[in-house]
T-cell receptor, first 107, second 120 residues
């Protein structure tokens, strides 16, 4: 089981990127967002739906609406090109379930 | 500096065993639950196993249950993953990851990972 994310998002520098994560359990579970650059470990961006992790730029934000949570990158930079994963519990006892991942490409 | 450093990966034949280690620094391991998370080539992360702060609660993914065992030695600032009966599906980068929220939440700190390759 994995939460559904769009496979890819393309955005021009300075524009906004939105990455969604969908799952029936999400209204009752906190969601965490990670950024992973090639060859590197994931880095926590957002915890508990909306809390930006330490050292993460303000252009990254999280929001929720029903069964969909969204990671927004305002004013995308070239360095934001990476894979992004959501992670949460599935409401059936599995706590660490990842999304399918979204590749953000900066045009 | 807060760090997690994994080691112990390598090439192993199907059916073989490996023991991974994760040494932490910059924080008190006694205060945190820990996990192993793996990522197969070209795939997303997959949680493998959880151990509570004092080892009184352990959880393991169904895909490795009965084959993988997590443990920790807080005095040595270390977390371990014993892996037995390895198959090609276990080929992945294995990360040590910290859950600062007491378990069942997310991961605020990851190591750089250690690659395990299962192949004949």
């Amino acid at each position: 089981y994995a939460f559904a994310q769009p496979p890819s998002v393309s955005v021009s520098p300075g524009e906004m990127a939105r990455i969604t994560c969908s799952g029936d359990a999400l209204p009752t579970q906190y969601v965490y967002w990670y950024q992973q650059r090639p060859g590197q470990a994931p880095v926590l961006l957002i915890s508990k739906d909306t809390e930006r992790a330490s050292g993460i730029p303000e252009r990254f934000s999280g929001s929720t609406s029903g069964t969909t949570v969204t990671l927004t990158i305002n004013g995308v930079l070239a360095e934001d090109e990476a894979e992004y994963y959501c992670q949460s519990g599935d409401g059936r006892g599995h706590h660490y379930v990842f999304g399918t991942g979204t590749q953000v490409t900066v045009l | 500096e807060v760090r997690l450093v994994e080691s112990g990966g390598g090439l192993v034949r199907p059916g073989g065993s490996l023991r991974l280690s994760c040494v932490v620094s910059g924080f008190d391991l006694n205060k945190f639950s820990m996990n192993w998370v793996r990522q197969a080539p070209g795939k997303g992360p997959e949680w493998v196993s959880f151990i509570s702060r004092n080892s009184d609660y352990i959880d393991v993914a169904e895909s490795v249950k009965g084959r993988f065992t997590i443990s920790r030695d807080n005095a040595k600032s270390s977390v371990y993953l014993e892996m037995n009966s390895l198959t090609g599906e276990d080929t992945a980068v294995y990360y040590c990851a910290r859950d600062p929220w007491g378990g069942g939440a997310g991961f605020d700190l990851w190591g750089q990972g250690t690659l395990v390759t299962v192949s004949s």
